[in-house]
């Protein structure tokens, strides 16, 4: 039940602030400043407070500030609040920081029917620089077994990183992955994995989300832009090549949760292959029974696993109570886990173990 003092005012307004001080950590002023000044304007019972307040009393790990700034920067991106557009670089606005703040609470206030329904739309951050994170799982899976993968994704959105082994990564040195790829990781390693085996065939890319993005519509397009952050014209960049692959490289999302998915996925390994499933950045959004039905999908089909069907399951999250973010590997036949790298929650400062 949602509060409407002001305790709840100064519960949704310190949430605003923890991820403004996350947005300028990560290497994103702007939305640090929108942020700043909506949770003043909450604090005050402004309009900000007025969209926010439903979400009083909701979970610290709910994505709240990443939902307004989302919903805002669709308003910018669909030419809807051309006052607040001069201060996002995402749609060329040269105007920087001074007056942002007042121009986001004004877009807030003209806009709150439609923001009130934007908000409370999940999380859609398909951060394709994550694969960089990833990559290091998926090569060491294909280097103990030689086989094919059959790579399964939980939480998988637009399903960018579905499309892993189609993007080029490179670091001074070294690269990875096709030299004609349309999008080109670069820079985003501090220490990159063995690039062995050169090339992975997948034999199978399928992913699962209850609110999946269609990457294919202008729509579904539109929602992945507008999570990423709008003076951070590097991840922006990125996103429209990774879209451009994905049009060209097949996909299925399916519309499901976890808890049915995975255990449907896993009834069968399938020999010849080695399946791998994967996850970044979710394990904030799933429940406990979420959570139990997927380690006894894993556990039930790892029992089952044979050097002919092997099973992997690859994460990237939080170490939970720290700033860490890492990947972990846990493979069987066996179920040993090895930590495969470190990373920022954007997947830059990738170190392979
Ligand atoms: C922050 S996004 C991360 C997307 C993608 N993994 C990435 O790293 O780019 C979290 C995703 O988890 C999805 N999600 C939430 N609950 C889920 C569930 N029960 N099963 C599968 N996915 C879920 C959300 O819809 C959202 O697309």
Redesign the pocket.
């Known amino acids: 039940m949602a509060g409407t003092g002001a305790d709840a005012r100064e519960q949704v307004a310190g949430r605003l602030l923890r991820q403004a001080g996350a947005c300028e950590r990560l290497g994103s002023p702007l939305s640090g400043l929108l942020l700043r000044a909506a949770a003043e304007d909450v604090a005050a019972g402004g309009p900000t407070w007025a969209v926010l307040a439903p979400h009083a009393g909701g979970h610290r790990d709910d ?1 709240l500030g ?1 939902r307004l700034l989302a919903a805002v920067h669709r308003l910018v991106l669909e030419r809807r609040a051309p006052a607040l557009a001069v201060h996002y670089p995402s749609v060329g606005g040269t105007a920087g920081p001074r007056g942002a703040g007042a121009a986001f609470l004004a877009a807030v206030a003209d806009h709150a029917a439609a923001l009130r329904d934007l908000v409370a739309r ?7 620089a ?1 694969a960089a994170a990833l990559l290091g799982g998926f090569l060491a899976v294909a280097r103990a077994t030689r086989l094919p993968l059959r790579v399964l ?6 399903g ?2 579905l499309r892993w082994d189609r993007y080029r990564y490179t670091a001074p040195g070294w690269s990875w992955g096709p030299a004609d790829s349309g999008l080109t990781l670069d820079g985003l390693f501090a220490r990159p994995p063995a690039p062995d085996p050169p090339a992975v065939p997948v034999a199978e890319r399928r992913g ?6 269609d990457v294919g519509t202008q729509e579904g397009r539109t929602t992945l832009t507008a ?1 990423v952050w709008p003076d951070q014209t590097d991840r922006l960049a990125r996103l429209r090549q990774a879209l451009a692959v994905a049009a060209a490289v097949p996909a299925a999302v399916d519309r ?4 049915t ?1 995975l255990p449907a996925r896993l009834a069968d390994l399938v020999p010849g292959t080695a399946t791998v499933v994967y ?4 394990e ?4 406990d029974d ?1 959570r139990a039905a997927r380690t006894a999908a894993l556990d039930a089909a790892g029992a089952r696993a044979t050097a002919a069907a092997p099973l992997a399951w690859l994460r ?1 999250e939080p170490i939970p109570g720290t700033p860490d973010f890492v990947v972990d590997l846990r493979t069987w036949p066996g179920g040993t886990t090895a930590r495969v790298a470190t990373a920022t929650p954007h ?1 830059a400062a990738v170190v392979a173990r």
């Open positions: 994505a990443l999940p999380c859609q951050t398909n951060e394709v994550r994704e939980i939480g998988a959105s637009g960018l990183l699962c989300d209850p609110t999946p993005v999570s499901e949760g976890v808890a998915w996850q970044s950045i979710v904030q959004y799933l429940d979420q990237f997947g």
